[in-house]
């Protein structure tokens, strides 16, 4: 499929005049490029912006509608516009209840699975730096369809059929390397 019509103005239109939108089948927004930044388009965003806000207590509909307007529309660590994203989450410090800024559902939960700690960002980062186990040469396996079509997880070798994979009893043959 080269063209697509938009939902907006019912124009059929090439692919590259839509955005990108990871939420739909073809992966591109219902709009147009040229509706979805329209003065109507906008004006209509503001208005379920305006809507969103009155759900956060002590958030304005007028501040929420600012910060949109201030962050471009875009979440604040990665980027990614509400077209692509979605909705935008108010992100705040959970100790003070400060507003910090909008964030796309994925940089919100990083964040809070992190506990909001710059410590543990710090080693996060550090980490995928510098991963540990980068010396060994591993790669994760992806499982692979069998024969009949279901999906097959590779077996060690020696490794016997009666036990789990995380089975305690399991005996695993450590590496001359590590020794």
């Not at 992966?27 to 809507?51: D, F, G, H």
């Not at 979605?86 to 964030?103: A, K, M, P, Q, S």
């Not at 700690?117 to 980062?125: Q, W």
């Amino acid at each position: 499929m080269t063209t697509k019509i938009c939902r907006i103005c019912g124009v059929e239109k090439t692919l590259d005049k839509f955005w990108k939108d990871s939420s739909q089948p073809d992966k591109k927004s219902p709009r147009c490029a040229q509706c979805r930044t329209s003065p109507e388009a906008k004006a209509k965003y503001k208005e379920w912006a305006m809507t969103k806000a009155r759900k956060s207590p002590g958030v304005l509909a007028d501040d929420y509608s600012a910060m949109l307007y201030e962050q471009d529309y875009e979440c604040a660590i990665c980027g990614k516009d509400t077209d692509e994203v979605g909705n935008l989450h108010i992100d705040h410090d959970h100790e003070t209840d400060r507003v910090r800024g909008l964030l796309c559902n994925t940089c919100n939960s990083g964040l809070g699975k992190l506990r909001d700690s710059v410590d543990l960002l710090e080693k996060a980062i550090a980490y995928l730096k510098n991963p540990p186990c980068d010396s060994h040469d591993l790669y994760y396996n992806k499982p692979k369809p069998n024969h009949l079509g279901y999906l097959a997880h590779p077996r060690p070798s020696g490794a016997r059929r009666d036990r789990a994979p995380g089975h305690a009893n399991r005996k695993l043959k450590v590496p001359s390397a590590l020794e």
